[in-house]
């Protein structure tokens, strides 16, 4: 697995930043506001129902044993059960647990899906322990979430530094503990296994490829094309990787990328898959690419282009650093990668931003499609899953587009407007119990 951390971009010390979750709570207020809440509600979905934290042991390799930390929060489910992502990482704390659960309820509702939101993790860097601990670590804590997930109550994923293999940990673990009749029934416990283990052909590259259908989708609503549109990527998981694949093959062209060792840049322009098999080659780092020249990192924001994609980390950009920014485009495919004030900055500058709730929300639908496929008993081929993928983001574009066209507002606050509306109404239609 390849560590991601966060960048600096900064290397000056600046007033601290707001944490993720001041800024989700100034989004949804301002929405909150904008669509008048019924404030029972706005109390209701400023909290979260339940906040878990394990701390358990785990014997590392040398026999020594190690304490670890995890978390799981659930923000609603007034849709249906929490879903999000588990991600292995030393910022993990509850207060960027709180924020993606949040974030997490919002996606799920605005793309239509019987879900709501939650997210968790483990606070650890996983590039210092071996594969044999990184399966243990993660078996002992899907044993200390016990009853707290489920496939109809909470629905772990892959997030940061996590991937199919985890799930697959996860999955047979949950499953071991289930009575022997009811183990086969629990496979959809997790989403983003792999293929031979009730994944979903296509899942690997849902949310890079929900990103560069919104950038597409955008290009199209201003009658453009991506042909030698330049584009830039911090981040070169599995999202950035993703995205830049396929902006490539429409004629985009990668002329910078960013990740935790470093960034490259060539205006001529960067081969994507040539880049992805020298990352294989060399832990994950785009560092030392030989067709590519070293950037400084505190530079790379203030790249010509016209795309940006921060699809690493949250506040990423911010207002120190959003002036610099000389992108059309700000396409997120990181969660939270632009705080509040980096944002105002970046609207006032007439930059468009497709927000995180929309632009990345390809991995949520490829997870409700693993999960469909998982509780039916089905197969799906992959042309098929990109069909559908290609259907249900355009919905969610096309809504969110004309909402913000409606309502003279940017993209953020009408994503979020429709979200929260959708919740609104389901509460409004139950009521509150007693």
């Known amino acids: 697995m390849t560590t991601i951390t ?50 358990f042991p785990v014997k590392m390799d040398n026999g020594e044993v190690e304490i670890f930390t995890g978390y799981r929060v659930q923000h609603n489910n007034a849709l249906g059960p929490y ?48 594969q044999g601990e990184l399966e243990r670590i993660t078996r002992r804590f899907t044993f200390a979430l016990a009853d707290n997930i489920g496939p109809e109550h909470d629905i772990p994923a892959p997030d940061v530094n996590t991937n199919s293999q985890t799930m697959a940990w996860i999955a047979d673990t949950y499953m071991s503990t ?77 002329v910078a990328v960013q990740d935790a060792f470093g960034s490259i840049k060539n205006i001529h322009g960067i081969k994507v898959e040539d880049l992805f098999n020298y990352t294989k080659a060399n832990n994950g780092s785009v560092a030392g690419f030989p067709e590519a020249l070293d950037l400084d990192n505190e530079k790379f924001f203030g790249i010509e282009c016209d795309i940006c994609i921060p699809a690493a980390l949250g506040n990423q950009i911010t207002k120190q650093n959003a002036s610099k920014i000389k992108a059309r485009l700000i396409a ?46 089905e197969l799906w081929q992959l042309d098929e899953v990109m069909v559908k993928l290609d259907k249900k983001m355009k919905e969610s574009f096309d809504k969110v587009y004309e909402y913000s066209e409606k309502e003279g507002m940017d993209l953020r606050t009408a994503a979020y407007c429709i979200a929260i509306k959708r919740i609104e109404k389901a509460y409004l239609q139950r009521g509150i119990f007693p």
């Not at 992502?85 to 924020?99: N, S």
């Not at 500058?349 to 039916?376: A, H, M």
């Open 83 to 130: 879903k999000g992502g588990l991600r292995y990482h030393p910022t993990v704390d509850i207060d960027a647990a709180r924020a993606l659960a949040m974030w997490m309820t919002w996606k799920s509702s605005l793309a239509g899906l019987p879900y709501g939101g939650g997210k968790g993790g483990i606070k650890l860097d996983p590039s210092k322990y071996s």
């Open 332 to 377: 997120e495919g990181a969660n939270g990668p632009t705080n509040v004030e980096g944002e105002k900055v970046l609207l006032e500058k007439g930059i468009t931003i497709i927000p995180d709730i929309l632009c990345n929300s390809g991995g949520v639908v490829g997870s409700y499609f693993e999960w469909l496929q998982n509780r039916n008993g």
């Open 6 to 55: 966060a960048t600096l971009n900064n290397k000056k010390k600046k007033a601290p930043l707001k944490g993720m979750m001041d800024n989700v709570m100034e989004q949804f207020n301002s929405a909150a506001d904008h669509i008048g809440l019924h404030p029972n509600i706005r109390k209701i979905l400023s909290i979260t129902n339940n906040e878990i934290v394990v701390h």
């Open 178 to 254: 289930r009575p022997p009749a009811e183990r086969t029934a629990n496979q959809h416990v997790v989403t983003g296994k792999p293929d031979g283990s009730g994944g979903l052909e296509g899942r690997d590259r849902a949310t890079g490829y929900g990103v560069f259908l919104n950038i597409k989708f955008w290009a199209e609503r201003n009658h453009e094309s991506l042909n030698n549109k330049k584009f830039i990527v911090q981040g070169f998981g599995n999202v950035g990787y993703w995205a830049a694949h396929f902006l490539e093959k429409e004629g985009a062209k990668l």
